[in-house]
């Protein structure tokens, strides 16, 4: 999934402001890293010949639009469909999240074109699979729906799933 390298990308970006404090080596690292995503050097994730784009492609400049700062709260209203329980190992909530964050720190990037395809991200996940996991040996492969979790007494209570987005 093309999404994948997004989140790469963004979450790279905000270690590296979070942890102002990383030694030039490691942040030279990370920089790289995301240099090379950007570049087109990862394809990991996807065939680009069936899916007609490549890792290049997505990281095309977009023409230049209107900021929309008021329309990133879509993004959670998009979510809102398919948080209800866990899709693709939970990457509906990371991809957005990462993306909800991104905007409201740089507003100048919440164009329509952008949200649109957030949301179409986002959206794509309403009926996906809980996704899966290998757990060792013993256990093997488990689909999300297989993983029973103990009760977490520390976890915040929320009174409904907006509230939780």
Avoid: C
């Avoid at 010949?49 to 230049?64: H, I, M, N, Q, R």
């Avoid at 190992?89 to 409201?104: D, K, P, Q, T, V």
């Amino acid at each position: 999934m093309a999404g994948h390298l997004g989140a790469a990308v963004v979450a790279g970006y905000f270690f590296g402001e979070d942890q102002s404090d990383l030694p030039d080596e490691v942040f030279r690292g990370i920089e790289g890293e995301i240099k090379r995503v950007i570049a087109g050097e990862e394809s990991f994730w996807w065939n680009a010949k069936k899916a007609g784009v490549t890792s290049a492609d997505l990281f095309e400049p977009f023409p230049k639009e209107e900021s929309k700062p008021d329309a990133i709260k879509s993004i959670a209203d998009a979510l809102q469909n398919n948080v209800g329980e866990t899709r693709q190992s939970g990457h509906n909530i990371i991809f957005a999240s990462l993306a909800i964050r991104a905007l409201r720190d740089h507003e100048d990037f919440a164009t329509p074109q952008v949200i649109a395809g957030i949301r179409k991200l986002t959206e794509g996940f309403d009926n996906a699979h809980a996704g899966r996991g290998f757990y060792g040996n013993d256990k093997g492969w488990l689909t999300g729906n297989q993983v029973k979790l103990s009760p977490d007494n520390n976890f915040p209570k929320y009174e409904s799933i907006p509230q939780m987005v």
